[in-house]
């Protein structure tokens, strides 16, 4: 299988050519540094992102609370995440760090907030 | 008449660092004026991550950026005003500011202006059409969604592909909107590719380079966006119009340095930056004035506006100590900026004041693949370096040596330029 993606290593944004075989990555034409083609290795294999979002905060002058992925989630599972989200209010204190949903989508990644209250 | 060895004007990402910098630099009666009710300045608003790779060495969120400063100035002890927004400034560095405890008079020993900067608005554009509910600025937007925790609309075209435009398509997507395109007049974006990538590409939103609006529909609220292809002079071609419904337009169209406060104070502003114009400390034409972070120029790190406000922190604290030498006399070296490079930050540096080096930071007006970046002093070149690729998005640096100068005395001038 033949996949095109645009490397983000650098502004050069160079056009790759990748080529998958079962699902390994056997060629990659098109970079022109390493760097390209590490990024195209795990962007065709296990693209990761970190998610971020905000939640209603009670008991706060804040409106809302901002909140991420503690770590970097498949990318397939970014919409899930986030739909997930939905219907969940935090209470305020909250510190920035604190766990706002365990285990989100049972991925086991939490959801962590990222500002402290007010 | 409260008196401060170093006001400093704004508490976002500049500020907090300026004043770090000038309380560690030895200066105890700091004071930072801040007009919202926290400090962290739009960085409260950024909850994309990305920040803090230069800084931190790891990938923080906007607020977690701003919290790791404002815990320093927490416990450092360093003094702010919230709530409070600062109405003028005079040459002779007095400082009027506005509270709910009534008007303020400050007389400062050394300012740092650290004010950010502001959205171009819809009517920078010449945008024909109606003036409906539904227009605004990517930021704005970005505010609604992140801090207020409302949604602008449902179906969304972002006009410029600024980041902050990027970035709000996918907010929206994530918040349920469906955004049906971002339209970018400039055969390239400005955006960063990571958030081409990571905002439109994941999300199948199209981007439309050498595309504009050339018409904004509905009353009372926006029912749509015409949209053509430009030519290479960016004018729309005739017959190439498409009709794209939509209740919400968000603009991403470029940053102003919001100076009005520079003004009040006689400060000289750039043409080419909309901020002032500041010699090797960032210090104005105004002495004892400093200017620093996006009021300075617009980056696009913030890593790198800290790094440079702290710098002015240091600086006006050598200021007030009266340990630098004056601009008076006109010791400054005047950096050029030509072939591509629209400007440098300093304008001029006065070798006497260069301890090691200087960072020199520019922007270029076009993208330029495999050229060089050389550095002229008087008509010798002493600096050139081979970049595979400079865009108008990226902001450059080239870092003058103070043994540079010692190997040209009397240099009038330093050019930066592009070279095949």
Redesign the interface.
């Known amino acids: 299988m033949q996949k095109e993606?645009?490397?983000?290593s650098?502004?050069?944004?160079c056009r790759m050519s990748v080529t998958l075989d079962a699902g390994k990555v056997s060629q990659v034409t098109g970079a022109?540094c390493k760097k390209g083609v590490d990024y195209a290795e795990l962007e065709c294999t296990n693209p990761m992102?970190?998610?971020?979002?905000?939640v209603?905060l009670s008991g706060s002058?804040?409106?809302?609370l901002?909140v991420?992925t503690q770590h970097a989630i498949p990318?397939d599972k970014?919409?899930d995440c986030?739909r997930s989200l939905k219907g969940i209010t935090a209470k305020a204190p909250v510190a920035?760090g604190d766990i706002i949903v365990e285990n989100v989508c049972g991925i086991g990644v939490n959801i962590v907030a990222?500002?402290?209250s007010? | 008449m409260m008196k401060i060895d170093v006001a400093i004007i704004g508490g976002g990402p500049a500020g907090l660092a300026a004043a770090i910098g000038a309380r560690r630099a030895g200066i105890q009666n700091v004071l930072i004026l801040e007009r919202e009710?926290?400090l962290g300045g739009i960085l409260?608003q950024c909850?994309?991550?990305g920040f803090g790779l230069h800084t931190f060495k790891e990938?923080?969120?906007?607020?977690?950026y701003a919290?790791r400063y404002v815990l320093q100035i927490e416990e450092m002890g360093i003094p702010y005003m919230l709530n409070t927004m600062v109405l003028n400034i005079t040459r002779d560095k007095k400082i009027t500011a506005a509270n709910s405890g009534g008007l303020l008079e400050i007389e400062a020993g050394a300012v740092i202006l650290a004010m950010g900067c502001r959205e171009r608005p819809r009517g920078a554009l010449n945008i024909p059409g109606t003036r409906p509910v539904g227009v605004y600025t990517a930021g704005t937007a970005q505010k609604y969604?992140?801090?207020?925790?409302y949604m602008p609309g449902k179906e969304v075209v972002v006009l410029g592909s600024g980041d902050i435009g990027l970035i709000m398509a996918r907010r929206l997507t994530?918040?349920g909107a469906k955004v049906r395109a971002v339209i970018e007049l400039m055969p390239y974006s400005g955006g960063?590719?990571?958030n081409?990538?990571?905002c439109l590409?994941?999300y199948g939103i199209p981007l439309k380079l050498s595309h504009t609006v050339t018409e904004i529909k509905g009353a009372p609220r926006l029912a749509g966006v015409t949209v053509a292809q430009v030519d290479e002079n960016r004018k729309p071609i005739p017959g190439t119009e498409e009709y794209i419904p939509c209740d919400t337009l968000l603009l991403s169209v470029g940053l102003i340095p919001e100076n009005e406060l520079s003004k009040s104070a006689d400060v000289l502003l750039s043409d080419i930056t909309g901020g002032a114009v500041v010699n090797e400390r960032l210090e104005t034409n105004v002495e004892g004035i400093f200017s620093c972070g996006n009021v300075l120029h617009v980056h696009d790190l913030v890593d790198f506006v800290s790094e440079e406000s702290e710098r002015a922190g240091e600086n006006a604290a050598q200021y007030v100590r009266g340990e630098h030498l004056s601009n008076k006399d006109g010791g400054g070296v005047r950096l050029l900026a030509t072939n591509g490079v629209r400007y440098t930050v300093p304008f001029t540096i006065d070798p006497r004041n260069v301890k090691d080096k200087v960072d020199v930071r520019f922007r270029v007006d076009n993208v330029y693949r495999d050229k060089y970046v050389s550095v002229y002093f008087g008509d010798e070149r002493e600096q050139r370096r081979r970049r595979?690729?400079l865009?108008p998005?990226?902001m450059e640096t080239v870092v003058i040596k103070k043994e540079m100068f010692l190997k040209y005395p009397g240099v009038k001038t330093i050019t930066v330029t592009i070279e095949e």
């Open positions: 993606i645009i490397c983000i650098c502004p050069m944004g022109t992102r970190i998610v971020t979002s905000t209603p002058p804040l409106n809302t901002p991420k990318k970014i919409m986030v920035a990222t500002r402290s007010v | 009710a926290y409260n909850i994309h991550n990938e923080l969120t906007g607020p977690e919290e969604v992140n801090l207020d925790g994530f918040e960063l590719k990571r081409i990538v990571q590409d994941d595979m690729i865009t998005g990226e």
